[in-house]
């Protein structure tokens, strides 16, 4: 059983272990106060993984290595596996080339670490140039394309309703036929 | 509005300030998954995740800071400040001017106050050190660690204490100066059934 030490944040040094999970106290070596709550996983020692099986005749091979006996198939392409290119992610198994993609599609959410939220950007684009008034035969425009063009990309990964893209849509349309309909008067008067 | 049932929000809001200090702050929380921790950092029209497993947490550690008393004292020095300027104002405009300033700053104060004590609180994994940038006040860090320590017992099972304990330190250079690796056979490695820190 492998204990990987707790250090005071402030002065780096290491905690005692009578410390651990004893509420606040003050640190040795600062004497900061401190509560410093440990769990299993500290003292967890890490799995190897278990030894690669060679395959032998008669038995189902790997897709990608096939001298090594498989494992398990792939969840989203349903290749086999040996158990080095066997990746478990959120529940699923999945092979390198299916990650790959997952990750490039934004398909696999657990792999994503960050997100544009084009609601926002629209929304901010309907209503920001309202306030400058002459900016908004741009603006109105601009909110309008974005949320059209990016309705269907994901928002925030909170999952929000779509809200901020209709508000923007809806201002975005009455800004631009308060333009049409000012255009029409002063160029027909 | 749909409602997000995949997230459960925890207690506490903070703010990162990155590169350029304070002209780019991103706001942090923390929400809580069935499997794993989700630390949002997000400004105006992005947001950045960084995901912590249950599983992997190996120690979170909240520390007291002075931080809520230096600003509770800074917003009540300036509002004193106003009102000892008021004194000598004698035009009913700009007394209404000072006044509202120092109330302002009052406020604030009181704010800063009532928030309570404040706090650094990180979480510790295998390979990472990472402050908990949304809990930076005492109350709310343990109304977090009141959610997360049963999920995150529940999710790492029971310590095993037959074992030998072999103390390493990857994470802190300090750590080797200062504890040397040793090898004891004390089984707890540390106290069991905690509490949650009061």
New interface residues.
Partial sequence: ??????????????LP??Q?????VSCP?CA?????????????EAVAPAAEQVMVEGEASCFYHPQKKAALPCDSCGRFLCALCDVEL?GQHLCPACLDSGKKKGKLK?L??????YD??AL?TAVLPMLFVWTSIIGAPVALFISIRYWNSPG??????K?RFVIAIILGVLQIAAWIAVIIYFTTR | MTKNKEYQKIPGRGYRSDGVGLVVRRSARLWLASDHLLMIFSTMFNEEFKRFYLRDIQAITVRKTNNAFIWSGSWLAVAILFALLSLGVEDAIGLWVLRGLGGLFLLCAVIAIASGQSCIAEIKTAVHLEELSSLKRVRHAKAALAILQPLIEQAQGEILSEEPVVETSASSPVANQNSPAATTASPPPFPINPDTPS
Avoid: D, H, W
């Fill in positions: 059983m492998q204990l990987t030490l707790v250090t005071c944040s402030k002065c780096k040094a290491v272990r009578e651990y999970n004893a509420g606040f070596t900061s106060s401190l509560s410093v709550m440990v769990f299993p996983a500290l003292v967890r959120g657990s994503e670490n960050q997100r544009v939220l926002r950007i901010t925030s990964i909170l999952g929000r309703s809200a």
